[in-house]
C-alpha cells in the first residue's frame, strides 16, 4: 500500500465514519426510498451539499448496485484532467490565494519543497505584508525547503513585493515564483481589490502570469466554502483549489460539492500539519478513502487496488 494512500485514507476517516452509518452494505442490491433519502442525508451532512447530493444520489439509483454506483458518480463528478498551465517563457508563477488561516503559507512550504525536489530554483514573494509575524513564518518554510524569498519591510504594499518577486524570478532565471498573500474574508471589499491588483501587477511584471492562481480552502469551514471559491474565482481568476485540514473534519464532502460547482481542479489536498501530509490530489483514491467498504466480506480493505 502506499504511504500517500494510507496518509489520507487516515486524513479521510472522520468523514469516512460520518458515512458509513448512512451508506448501503456493499452487498446491498435494491434501497427503499427512505434509505435512498438516508444516503442523501448522509451526503449532506458530510457537507455535499443538497444540490450535489441530489445529483450524485440521482445517478446511483440508475446503478445496479447503489455502493458502486454512488462511488462511480462520485468519480465522474471530478473534471478530467487538466495539465497545470506552463509558462511560454520565464518562470512558472503561482499566486496562492484564499480565507485566513486555511493554510496558505504551510502549503507553499510543502509546494516549494516539492519543486526543490524536483531541482527546480523557487523563489517566494512574502506578500503578506499585513500580519507581522507572517513574514518570518514564511521565512522559516522557504529556508528549509531551500528556497529563497522576496521580502520588504511589514506594511509594504503586497502589489510591489509581487512585482518585485516575479521581475527577481525573471532575472535570475528561476523555475518557480510562488506569491504568499494574506488571508482575506470575500466580503472584505478592500481587501479583494487589493488581491486584484495584486494579479493584475504580476501580470504587468510578466506577461501571461500568474500563470495559476490557486485557492486554498480549509475543508471543515462548510457550506461558507461555497461563497469563498465563487468570490475568488471572481477577483483572482482561482484556477485551481488546494482542500487543506482534510485530517480534522467529517466534511470530506466539500470537495464534491466545490468541484460539482466550479468545475475547478483540485491540485493538492492537505492531511496534516507535516511536510509529507499533503500530497497531489487523486480523485479515485478520494473516493475510496471517502467511501466506507461497508458490509464488505473481506473486511476493510486498504487499497482496492489504487497503486499511486
Ligand atoms: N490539521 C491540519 N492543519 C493544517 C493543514 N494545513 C495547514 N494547517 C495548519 O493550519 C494553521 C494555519 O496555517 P497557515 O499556513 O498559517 O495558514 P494561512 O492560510 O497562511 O493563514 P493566514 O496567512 O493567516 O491567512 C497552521 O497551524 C497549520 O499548521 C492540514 O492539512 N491539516
Ligand atoms: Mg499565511
Given at each position: 500500500m502506499s504511504s500517500f494512500f494510507?496518509?489520507?485514507?487516515?486524513?479521510?476517516?472522520?468523514?469516512?465514519?460520518?458515512?458509513?452509518?448512512?451508506?448501503?452494505?456493499?452487498?446491498?442490491?435494491?434501497?427503499?426510498?427512505?434509505?435512498?433519502?438516508?444516503?442523501?442525508?448522509?451526503?449532506?451532512?458530510?457537507?455535499?451539499?443538497?444540490?450535489?447530493?441530489?445529483?450524485?444520489?440521482?445517478?446511483?439509483?440508475?446503478?445496479?448496485?447503489?455502493?458502486?454506483?454512488?462511488?462511480?458518480?462520485?468519480?465522474?463528478?471530478?473534471?478530467?484532467?487538466?495539465?497545470?498551465?506552463?509558462?511560454?517563457?520565464?518562470?512558472?508563477?503561482?499566486?496562492?490565494?484564499?480565507?485566513?488561516g486555511t493554510g496558505k503559507t504551510t502549503t507553499i512550504g510543502k509546494l516549494a519543497t516539492m519543486f526543490r525536489a524536483q531541482g527546480k530554483r523557487v523563489?517566494?514573494?512574502?506578500?503578506?505584508?499585513?500580519?507581522?509575524?507572517?513574514?518570518?513564518?514564511?521565512?522559516?518554510?522557504?529556508?528549509?525547503a531551500g528556497a529563497d524569498m522576496v521580502r520588504q519591510q511589514d506594511g509594504a504594499d503586497p502589489a510591489a513585493v509581487a512585482y518585485d518577486a516575479v521581475q527577481r524570478g525573471i532575472s535570475r532565471a528561476y523555475d518557480v515564483v510562488i506569491i504568499d498573500t494574506a488571508g482575506r474574508v470575500q466580503t472584505d471589499k478592500g481587501l479583494m481589490d487589493e488581491l486584484g491588483k495584486v494579479k493584475r501587477v504580476i501580470g504587468k511584471a510578466l506577461d501571461g502570469a500568474p500563470h495559476e492562481v490557486w485557492q486554498v480552502v480549509d475543508a471543515g469551514t462548510g457550506q461558507n466554502a461555497v461563497a469563498q471559491v465563487d468570490k475568488f474565482r471572481e477577483v483572482a481568476g482561482t484556477s485551481g483549489l488546494i482542500v487543506t485540514k482534510l485530517d480534522?473534519?467529517?466534511?470530506?464532502?466539500?470537495?464534491?460539492?466545490l468541484v460539482h460547482r466550479f468545475g475547478l481542479p483540485v491540485r493538492y489536498v492537505g492531511v496534516g500539519e507535516a511536510l509529507e501530509d499533503m500530497m497531489p490530489f487523486d480523485a479515485a483514491d478520494f473516493v475510496v478513502g471517502l467511501i466506507p467498504d461497508v458490509g464488505s466480506t473481506g473486511g476493510d480493505q486498504e487499497s482496492l487496488g489504487q497503486p499511486v
Open positions: 494510507g496518509r489520507l485514507k487516515k486524513g479521510l476517516a472522520r468523514s469516512r465514519e460520518g458515512l458509513a452509518q448512512l451508506l448501503p452494505g456493499r452487498d446491498t442490491v435494491k434501497l427503499s426510498e427512505a434509505e435512498w433519502a438516508d444516503v442523501e442525508d448522509g451526503l449532506i451532512l458530510a457537507d455535499c451539499g443538497a444540490e450535489t447530493a441530489l445529483a450524485l444520489v440521482g445517478k446511483a439509483r440508475k446503478s445496479s448496485q447503489p455502493l458502486d454506483g454512488l462511488k462511480e458518480a462520485m468519480l465522474r463528478m471530478f473534471p478530467e484532467h487538466k495539465p497545470v498551465n506552463q509558462p511560454l517563457q520565464g518562470p512558472f508563477v503561482l499566486l496562492v490565494v484564499g480565507v485566513n523563489v517566494v514573494g512574502a506578500c503578506d505584508t499585513f500580519r507581522a509575524a507572517a513574514i518570518e513564518q514564511l521565512a522559516v518554510w522557504v529556508e528549509r480534522g473534519t467529517g466534511k470530506g464532502g466539500i470537495v464534491l460539492q
